[in-house]
């Protein structure tokens, strides 16, 4: 065989774009319209029998009518030509709708959701308004509940009850965004989403991942996946593919600057030391990009001044940006918040030390500002306890 058949494999692989989930070829498995990623849709469609320009123009006519015209999948499917539509119609399962249960707004304009799950679960949503009224990001849950269980969090408390699909991931920025979009004016649209709602994301990666593919295409809501954030309490084997799936941003949630703290703090830390995640992360972040590690401030627990130079030693080495976040009530009353002066401080030392960092003061505290903080509000308001249905 000629040396140039034997290269042509490899030299078409190098053209693949990196990034790009394969898209699944079994016409035969429905998915809710929601959880389609559109790459995906389209190859199905080619294997249905449509031609590739056929199967394009119906998956984009679907899409835009759902996401960009906020149609229910029937009344998207309608705008389907006829014949494209009947290949359209056998890839769809029933729609998996998101109820809104209660939604209350902060002072400073912050709007947390409490969704109904099809299947009477409840998870949340919240829409922040950043200070300078400049940017509207949206935080989504990816699981009800949670079984990494730190110490802080109040999604901990309820365990892990199931994930959520990509359509309810999805489902959760197309309920927000119309709701924004009726009660904004003058402010800017959604143009940001964090994954740090309810759940542990690289926990339920596949669908993360699938829900990131449909936020961030032309036919749906076009947002920029640099824009897209995901964070995790570090789970490191599965770093490497989240960082060859997507070019979403990873925000590692620290929180300690030793193991000790650390797995007190976070069980997680127990499997994964400090210096094993360090080594997982440098191992598996692509050249040029960074991490966002964030690190919740505990008055008395890790805001000292020695606390500062053994996060400023982990992060040695490390293309990071550093959020530090004043805690937020949780369910452990001894996990407070430093006085401000402290904040700064620790804020400060890092500064002259060199590390890029910024304060991110939380949002909506007067209403249950905390990750699952609504949803147990919710429960406990009608004697539950433990539990995720409404």
């Known amino acids: 065989m000629p040396r140039t058949a034997r290269l042509r494999p490899c030299a078409v692989a190098r053209k693949l774009p990196r990034a790009m989930p394969t898209p699944p070829t079994n016409p035969a498995l429905p998915l809710p319209v929601g959880a389609w990623r559109p790459d995906a849709l389209v ?3 080619q294997v249905s029998g449509l031609r590739p320009m056929q199967a394009r123009d119906a998956a984009k006519v679907l ?7 906020n149609l229910d999948a029937e009344a998207a499917l309608a705008r389907v030509p006829p014949i494209q539509a009947r290949h359209v119609a056998p890839l769809l399962a029933e729609a998996r709708p998101l109820t809104q249960v209660e939604s209350v707004v902060a002072a400073d304009k912050t709007r947390r959701i409490l969704w109904q799950t ?7 949503g919240v829409v922040i308004l950043a200070d300078n009224g400049q940017r509207v990001t949206l935080c989504v849950s990816s699981q009800v509940g949670c079984g990494r269980r730190c110490a802080f969090c109040e999604t901990g408390r309820l365990g892990l009850v199931r994930n959520l699909g990509a359509d309810e991931i999805v489902g959760q920025f197309r309920r927000a965004n119309r709701i924004w979009n009726d009660v904004r004016g003058a402010l800017p ?65 620290l929180n300690a600057p030793d193991d000790a703290r ?62 530090l976040i004043p805690a937020n009530p949780g369910p452990d009353p001894r996990l407070q918040s430093p006085v401000p002066a402290a904040v700064w401080a620790f804020q400060k030392q890092l500064l002259d030390a060199g590390v890029r960092v910024m304060v991110r003061y939380p949002h909506g505290r007067d209403v249950g500002g905390a990750c699952g903080q609504l949803a ?3 429960r406990r308001a009608r004697g539950q306890t433990g539990e995720a249905h409404v």
């Open 63 to 69: 899409l835009n009518a759902y996401f960009r015209d």
């Open 262 to 323: 650390r797995s007190q703090l976070m069980p997680v830390n127990q499997r994964v030391p400090m210096a094993e995640l360090k080594s997982a992360l440098l191992a598996s972040l692509p050249r040029g990009r960074s991490v966002l590690v964030e690190y919740v401030l505990f008055a008395g627990l890790n805001d000292a001044p020695a606390d500062a130079e053994l996060l400023h030693a982990w992060l040695a080495g490390v293309p990071a940006r550093l959020n």
């Open 118 to 124: 099809h299947d009477g679960l409840v998870i949340e």
């Open 376 to 378: 147990g509000a919710h």
């Open 43 to 45: 190859a199905a469609l």
């Open 189 to 253: 649209a959604i143009s940001n989403v964090v994954f740090m709602g309810m759940g542990e994301p690289l926990d339920n990666l596949d669908n993360v991942i699938d829900a990131i593919a449909v936020l961030t295409h032309d036919w749906a809501y076009g947002l920029s996946a640099r824009k897209i954030s995901v964070s995790t309490v570090g789970v490191a084997h599965k770093f490497a593919e989240f960082f060859a799936r997507t070019q979403a941003n990873l925000a590692l949630s």
